[in-house]
C-alpha cells in the first residue's frame, strides 16, 4: 500500500483513476484520499487490502470505496471484524457483493455495503433490492462515458458500479446536509 508520503504515486492500471473520476462525477466536490494496493497488474496479496482497510478505519471517513475483493473464504474473519469497527465508526464500506457469480468477500458479507451489477440501470440511478436475506445495491457497470472512447473501450465491471454506488450515497448525504 503506498502511502501519502511516499513519492508521487502514478495509476499505471487506470482502475483507481477510474473509479475515483466515477465517484467524482456523481458526488462533485467529494474529498477523495487514494490507497493503492494495485501496481503494475490488477492483482496483489490480499494482506495489502486488508492493510489498506485498517489504515481507512484510521482516517475515520464516511465512505470507503473498495472496487475490488476476493473468493478466498480465509479472510472472512477478519472481514468481518473490520466490518463491525467500520460499523461501529458509521463508515459505509461500499464493495463488490459477487463476480461471475461468485460472492465476493467483502461485499457480500454484513455489514458491507454490496454491490451487483444491472446494465439496464443508469450509472447515476443505483437501486437498493432485496436479495435473500440482506439488500444489495445493484449498479451500472459503467463509468462515466469518455469522449472518443466507445463504451467497450472502456473499464467495465462490478468495480465500477461500486465506484457508482459509493458516488450515489455520498451525494445522497451530502444533499441531507450530512
Not at 471484524?81 to 463508515?91: P, Q, Y
Amino acid at each position: 500500500m503506498t502511502r501519502h508520503d511516499d513519492a508521487v504515486a502514478t495509476d499505471e492500471l487506470g482502475h483507481g483513476t477510474a473509479a475515483a473520476a466515477a465517484i467524482l462525477d456523481l458526488a462533485r466536490g467529494a474529498e477523495l484520499v487514494s490507497l493503492r494496493v494495485f501496481e503494475r497488474e490488477p492483482a496483489c496479496p490480499f494482506e495489502r487490502v486488508l492493510a489498506a482497510l485498517r489504515y481507512a478505519l484510521e482516517l475515520d471517513a464516511r465512505f470507503v470505496n473498495l472496487s475490488l475483493g476476493t473468493t478466498e473464504e480465509r479472510w472472512r474473519d477478519e472481514l468481518l471484524d473490520l466490518g463491525r469497527a467500520f460499523a461501529v465508526r458509521g463508515i459505509v464500506v461500499v464493495s463488490p457483493a459477487a463476480e461471475r457469480g461468485l460472492p465476493m468477500l467483502p461485499g457480500a458479507l454484513a455489514p458491507y455495503t454490496g454491490v451487483l451489477v444491472d446494465a439496464r440501470l443508469p450509472r447515476e440511478a443505483p437501486e437498493l433490492r432485496a436479495s435473500g436475506a440482506r439488500s444489495f445495491w445493484f449498479a451500472s457497470p459503467y463509468p462515466r462515458d469518455l469522449p472518443g472512447l466507445a463504451r467497450s473501450r472502456n473499464l467495465a465491471g462490478v468495480s465500477m458500479a461500486t465506484a457508482n454506488v459509493t458516488g450515489f450515497l455520498a451525494r445522497r448525504v451530502d444533499a441531507a446536509g450530512g
